[in-house]
């Protein structure tokens, strides 16, 4: 016999889909902004903001309902809360879209010096990212969850480097500061991006493995077996 939090739980699913997918086509129209030279996009981007809102307040809702009207065992308690974060995550990434798409407008123009940075790569190892924890979330898939955290140093390590060399290009030439600026910051929020899709990698690994892993202690976790804990070294 079904139970009736199993249809609450069922739609909760089916609303965050929907988000996974809205935010995921703002992710991608968001960077073609820049790579396309695009205002029309970065404009969907800005007016679409307040559908995800929407549908942020709509999953809260949710989640507070199952809760307040049913005793939700561990697994549904983990599948909730878990949903919370996802949420909020996907809430968050969708302003960094926003972000994105409005420097864009600034300018009408990406810099010409942008082949000389590391930005195409961050944007497609954070686009992936924005996938693979979608799909994992969809698929219950923990490898595709595990994936994403793992990616998330290489994103950093780019951004990183990234900052460098903008740093160098202003000091080449003083014209190039603002818009050196403008991509470092950009830039930045590429890789908050990554760190959302980490954070709801983390949380999918939490609904199917039960187990939590946070604050980068994740290469417990992931070490191969045959590896030494640094107990016992």
């Not at 974060?85 to 960094?96: C, M, P, S």
């Not at 990183?160 to 080449?172: A, C, S, T």
């Amino acid at each position: 016999m079904e139970r009736q939090v199993d249809f609450q739980l069922e739609k909760l699913k089916t609303k965050l889909m929907k988000m996974c997918s809205l935010v995921d086509e703002q992710v991608d129209f968001a960077y073609r902004t820049f790579t396309e030279e695009n205002a029309e996009l970065a404009k969907i981007v800005i007016e679409r903001d307040a559908k995800v809102d929407k549908y942020d307040l709509k999953i809260d809702k949710i989640c507070q309902k199952i809760i307040a009207l049913n005793q939700p065992v561990a697994m549904d308690l983990r599948v909730i809360m878990s949903a919370l974060t996802i949420n909020t995550n996907l809430e968050r990434i969708g302003d960094l879209t926003v972000n994105i798409s409005q420097s864009f407008l600034q300018n009408k123009k990406k810099p010409e010096f942008i082949g000389r940075t590391k930005y195409d790569e961050m944007v497609q190892i954070s686009k992936e990212m924005v996938k693979n924890a979608i799909d994992a979330y969809m698929q219950n898939d923990a490898k595709l969850a595990q994936k994403v955290i793992q990616s998330d140093d290489l994103l950093d390590k780019c951004n990183f480097d990234n900052q460098k060399i903008l740093i160098d290009i202003m000091k080449e030439d003083s014209s190039n500061i603002d818009l050196a600026v403008e991509l470092i910051n950009v830039s930045r929020d590429v890789e908050r991006i990554g760190d959302h899709a980490t954070n709801i990698a983390e949380d999918v690994f939490f609904i199917v493995e039960a187990q939590m892993i946070k604050h980068k202690y994740e290469k417990f976790f992931f070490a191969e077996e045959n590896e030494p804990d640094e107990d016992d070294v």
